[in-house]
Structure formats: C-alpha cells, structure tokens
C-alpha cells in the first residue's frame, strides 16, 4: 500500500508553550483538522474558531483550502494563537502577495510574553509570603 504524496505549504506557529504545526494542502476540499479532530470541535468556543480563522478572512481563502494541524502545549489561548502564527506563515509560503495583507493586520509577528519564572523565597514569580504582625 502506497500512500499518495500531496503538496503541501508548511508554518510554525508558538505561543506561550504553544507550538503548532500547520500545514496548507493542496488540492484538496476545504476543510480543518485539528490533532485528527474537526476544529470546531477542537475549539468548541466561538471566540478561539474566529481567532484561528482570522488570517484565512483577511487573505479571502476561507472555504478554499484545506488546513491540518499539530498542536501541543499550552491551553487554549496559546493553542489558539499558535495555530494562527503558523497560517500566517503557512499563507505567505502559500502565497507570497498575502505578505504584505497579513503584515499590515499584524498577524505575522509572534508574541514572545511567557510565564514569569518564580524566584526564591517568594511564593510565585512576584508574590511575597504575607506579612504578619505577631
């Protein structure tokens, strides 16, 4: 058994401890895998499915392309915005006009706030033990 090799466009996407794999394949129907489940049910919020969507929205392929994801890390927020780095990037590979579209909505830059580490004889990162009178 063989299996077909199929044409596809690659992006990295991180965020937080997210990291996402997002492939564009082409020639396919469209549709929207997320780690071998449909994205909405992956992302059952509304807010998280606009978020991933929104670079497809921008650059106007939304009901053409067929999109596979691995992602891991993370919670939903992360995951959410890793997937959408990765498009971005996966879309310019795809198409190199879209750069300047995705570029100008700020899709293209990855946002590097992570987790503060926590320090030494304090509780969390910040967070002192409280004070006491007596």
């Not at 469209?30 to 994205?39: G, L, R, V």
């Not at 919020?45 to 009901?63: D, R």
């Amino acid at each position: 058994m063989t299996k077909k090799i199929q044409e596809y466009f690659e992006g990295i996407g991180r965020r937080k401890e997210s990291v996402a794999r997002v492939r564009i394949i082409k020639g396919e129907k469209a549709d929207y895998i997320i780690n071998d489940k449909k994205a909405e049910v992956f992302f059952p919020v509304k807010k998280f499915q606009k978020a991933l969507f929104h670079p497809l929205i921008i650059a106007g392929l939304e009901k053409k392309l067929a999109i596979s994801v691995k992602v891991n890390g993370g919670g939903l927020r992360g995951q959410s915005d890793a997937i959408k780095l990765g498009l971005s990037r996966a879309l310019v590979k795809y198409d190199d006009g879209l750069h300047q579209i995705l570029k100008d909505q700020d899709l293209l830059k990855r946002d590097a706030r992570k987790k503060e580490r926590k320090k030494p004889g304090l509780k969390k990162a910040r967070r002192s033990a409280q004070w006491r009178k007596r």
